[in-house]
């Protein structure tokens, strides 16, 4: 599976658990991590560790292995890696603080348009 089917797949899991702000950058030409940053987040730490597990949920559904996951106990930054694409669900207060949006400005936003339809 290729990384933008995995993207989507992610980031229907967080839209389905009402993560905040999801932003997916394209880092196909900054990162050898990954293809895709995804980065959302969550106002508690209950609801970091539902969107989590639903993301791991509907990727293993996919049959996309889901290497590590790192941060699940203290549910303040969870990185799921997922291959080509990195999973980031932040508490709120820990996106703004190391807000990776930022730090890596040079990649490009990924359109999410795809979200509203049927």
């Known amino acids: 599976m290729k990384g933008k089917e995995i993207l ?10 009402q993560a905040k702000d999801i932003t997916a950058l394209n880092m196909k030409e900054l990162s050898i991590l990954a293809d895709y940053f995804l980065i959302c987040h969550a106002t508690n730490e209950r ?3 539902a969107i989590a597990k639903e993301v791991r949920s509907l ?9 590590f996951i ?14 080509y694409v990195l999973c980031h669900i932040f508490h709120e207060e820990e996106r703004s603080y190391y807000n990776l949006e930022r730090l890596w400005g040079d990649a490009n936003i990924e ?8």
Request: glycine share 6%; net charge negative; with cysteine.
């Open 59 to 67: 990727l293993e559904e996919n049959n996309v292995q889901v290497n």
């Open 8 to 17: 989507k797949i992610a980031i229907k899991a967080c839209d389905d658990m």
């Open 111 to 118: 359109e999410l348009s795809f979200l509203n339809e049927g």
């Open 47 to 49: 609801q970091v560790k």
């Open 70 to 83: 790192e941060g699940y106990e203290s549910a303040r930054w969870i990185v799921i890696d997922a291959g």
